[in-house]
């Protein structure tokens, strides 16, 4: 199974920006979808964005216009480049497949946004 090593996060002022990063072990070229997604303290996962094989992509909402995502499949990552943060942002934040069905969860980044 394919394992997955997130990193990036931090903490930020509102309003700040950050670049995570998510390795996959192994290739994702045929994983047709590939996802973000974040959990805040007492929340469920939730998805942010998603990105296919054909470099289309979806965002939930509230952070269209700030998030975007990327995947380079030659170097088995996912990008996700986070503008305009704001406090409600703060999350864990883990990549994985969506189609195929997500695998194991990796231990995520700390993303937290606080004056």
């Known amino acids: 199974q394919v394992q997955y090593v997130e990193s990036g996060g931090g903490v930020v002022q509102p309003g700040g920006s950050l670049r995570l990063s998510c390795a996959a072990s192994?290739?994702?070229?045929?994983?047709?979808?590939m996802g973000w997604y974040r959990q805040a303290p007492g929340k469920e996962r939730e998805l942010v964005a998603q990105?296919?094989?054909?470099?289309?992509?979806y965002y939930r909402d509230s952070v269209k216009g700030r998030f975007t995502i990327s995947r380079d499949n030659a170097k088995n990552t996912v990008s996700l480049e986070i503008d305009s943060l704001k406090p409600e942002d703060t999350a864990v934040y883990y990549c994985?497949?969506?189609?195929?069905?997500?695998?194991?969860w990796g231990k995520g980044t700390q993303v937290t946004v606080t004056s």
């Open positions: 192994r290739s994702i070229f045929s994983f047709s979808i």
């Open positions: 990105i296919t094989g054909a470099y289309s992509t």
């Open positions: 994985n497949s969506i189609i195929p069905r997500p695998g194991p």
